[in-house]
T-cell receptor
Framework: GEDVEQSLFLSVREGDSSVINCTYT??????LYWYKQEPGAGLQLLTY?????DMKQDQRLTVLLNKKDKHLSLRIADTQTGDSAIYFC???????????FGSGTRLLVRP | AAGVIQSPRHLIKEKRETATLKCYPI?????VYWYQQGPGQDPQFLIS???????DKGSIPDRFSAQQFSDYHSELNMSSLELGDSALYFC????????????FGPGTRLTVT
């Protein structure tokens, strides 16, 4: 979506860290999310962060939020081939929980 | 753990026909959202329901309507189908009190020929 932007493609070697970046324009966004979509499958909620936080860690996943720059990132440690998928950044607000998605970043993990 | 159920998973219709997609939210989830994802695109919000009332509306064509029933399942009705309606249609549900958490179903792939 035009309000949420992501780079289209990222390729990493298995075992390396992956960092997927996202920028958004709406400063009133309250919640920011990362979803994973494998080919032909639904959207899996990976993690989310409230706008009053700047970091959240969950096992191999680390989310960083720079609210001043409206920049969100997802770091995947020790990336595995099973992490190959499209990763969508999304935002929503308290006034409406509808998700506004970015265009998705295709992550390819090379053996 | 129970997930969102969508039926059918695949649907093929001809132009000008009608289609009905069904969504069964996770138990104890009271909010349902519908999204449309065209080929190679990001999901676009269509409509949402909270406690059986429409809570928000996005870029949903007038040819489409939806409702949420007393058992919280939802149906998306699509009439006068057009080729451009071919897409993946996702339903998502949110738990009571945590509307910001949305869990998606596997989607219904609609093909209009």
């Amino acid at each position: 979506g035009e309000d949420v932007e992501q780079s289209l493609f990222l390729s990493v070697r298995e075992g390396d860290s992956s960092v997927i970046n996202c920028t958004y324009t709406d400063s009133s966004s309250t919640y920011l999310y990362w979803y994973k979509q494998e080919p032909g499958a639904g959207l899996q909620l990976l993690t989310y962060i409230f706008s009053n936080m700047d970091m959240k860690q969950d096992q191999r996943l680390t989310v960083l939020l720079n609210k001043k720059d409206k920049h969100l990132s997802l770091r995947i440690a020790d990336t595995q081939t099973g992490d190959s998928a499209i990763y969508f950044c999304a935002e929503s607000k308290d006034s409406s929980y509808k998700l506004i998605f970015g265009s998705g970043t295709r992550l390819l993990v090379r053996p | 753990a129970a997930g969102v159920i969508q039926s059918p998973r695949h649907l093929i219709k001809e132009k000008r026909e009608t289609a009905t997609l069904k969504c069964y939210p996770i138990p104890r989830h009271d909010t349902v959202y519908w999204y449309q994802q065209g080929p190679g695109q990001d999901p676009q919000f269509l409509i949402s329901f909270y406690e059986k009332m429409q809570s928000d509306k996005g870029s949903i064509p007038d040819r489409f309507s939806a409702q949420q029933f007393s058992d919280y399942h939802s149906e998306l009705n699509m009439s006068s189908l057009e080729l451009g309606d071919s897409a993946l249609y996702f339903c998502a549900s949110s738990p009571v009190g945590d509307s910001y958490e949305q869990y998606f179903g596997p989607g219904t792939r609609l093909t209009v020929t």
